[in-house]
């Protein structure tokens, strides 16, 4: 009976998507999440670098077209302040936007990393979007999303966009100490008092 029960904990452990023990894949496109994002200035378009809107403890530089061969577009994100400058996450778009490549980047993935995490795209499946969460021994924990889409709003085409979580995760936190009197006042500048102003009119 302990046997069974053994055998069947590591076919389990072995079976999952996010089971630890593996090193984290960290780069994509020959650029290195954790890395000085100094380093890619050249694949970048730094005039249009800034803070990200929704999150302003982000900053994001788009990536030139034909910087990367193959890559029409996508973005190299980095914290401003847990880990200044680092790498935090990175999206690439493809120039083929077939459904053909994207079926094939599929393949590759779940060989590398077993059946996705979860579904994130629509029930329609004019967007889809299957996520892989890997969590290693050293507590890095990276997702990996890749993308479908024929919404011209929803990033049109194949797009792969990777994230250390644990390092978005210290930049939120770190923002969150560090500006918390600004945090708190854009949380009550959040509550909404007459949802009639917000129905179309």
Excluded at 112 to 134: K, L
């Amino acid at each position: 009976m302990k046997r069974i029960i053994l055998s069947l904990s590591v076919i389990l452990l072995f079976s999952s998507s996010a089971f630890a023990g593996e090193d984290a894949p960290l780069s994509l496109a020959g650029i290195h999440l954790g890395d000085d994002f100094h380093k890619y200035e050249h694949l970048l378009r730094m005039e249009h670098a800034g803070a990200m809107a929704d999150a302003v403890f982000l900053n994001e530089a788009l990536i030139r077209t034909g910087a990367i061969h193959g890559v029409r577009g996508g973005s190299v994100i980095w914290g401003n302040c847990a880990n200044s400058g680092k790498v935090l996450r990175v999206k690439i778009k493809f120039a083929d936007t077939s459904e053909e490549l994207f079926k094939k980047l599929l393949v590759r993935f779940e060989e590398h990393f077993g059946e996705p995490t979860r579904y994130q795209g629509d029930s329609f499946r004019n967007v889809i979007a299957w996520e892989w969460e890997i969590a290693d021994d050293d507590g890095r924990h990276v997702r990996i999303q890749l993308m479908y889409s024929v919404d011209p709003s929803v990033r049109p085409g194949v797009s792969i966009k990777m994230t250390d979580q644990t390092l978005l995760d210290l930049e939120f936190a770190c923002y969150k100490k560090k500006y918390r009197e600004k945090y708190r006042r854009e949380e009550k500048a959040g509550k909404i008092d007459d949802l009639d102003m917000f129905v179309p009119k």
